[in-house]
């Protein structure tokens, strides 16, 4: 069964930091690519970060830009996304999902169920 397992939300102040762990299982992870997409209250899913398996990464989101990294431990079967200098607009549910291809419209046949991340002092 192809699951997502994702982790590492919560509440932080502005100006720090979260890591976001994306656990995967059923599929080879080495064989997709993996996106990170946010979406915050009242407003649509945006694309964030992408990352192929040749360790890749694609940045689709200007707001996010030198703040936030995407990386991958295929050994571990996790994709994570470290969150620095966050900001209260950065306030959302934030999931993983399985790919093919780091086009931002692309398809994503796999999602995880969310993790809540909210900047507040």
């Known amino acids: 069964q192809v699951q997502f397992v994702e982790s590492g939300g919560g509440l932080v102040q502005p100006g720090g930091s979260l890591r976001l762990a994306c656990v995967s299982s059923?599929?080879?992870?080495?064989?997709?690519?993996v996106a990170w997409f946010r979406q915050a209250p009242g407003k649509g899913r945006e694309g964030l970060e992408c990352i192929s398996g040749y360790d890749e990464s694609t940045n689709w989101a200007d707001s996010v830009k030198d703040r936030f990294t995407v990386s991958r431990d295929t050994a571990k079967n996790t994709v994570y996304l470290q969150m620095n200098d966050l900001k209260p607009e950065d306030t959302g549910v934030y999931y993983c999902?399985?790919?093919?291809?780091?086009?931002?419209?692309?398809?994503?046949?796999?999602w995880g169920q969310g993790t809540q991340v909210t900047v507040s002092s």
């Open positions: 059923g599929f080879a992870l080495a064989d997709y690519v």
């Open positions: 999902a399985r790919g093919y291809v780091c086009v931002r419209s692309g398809m994503y046949d796999a």
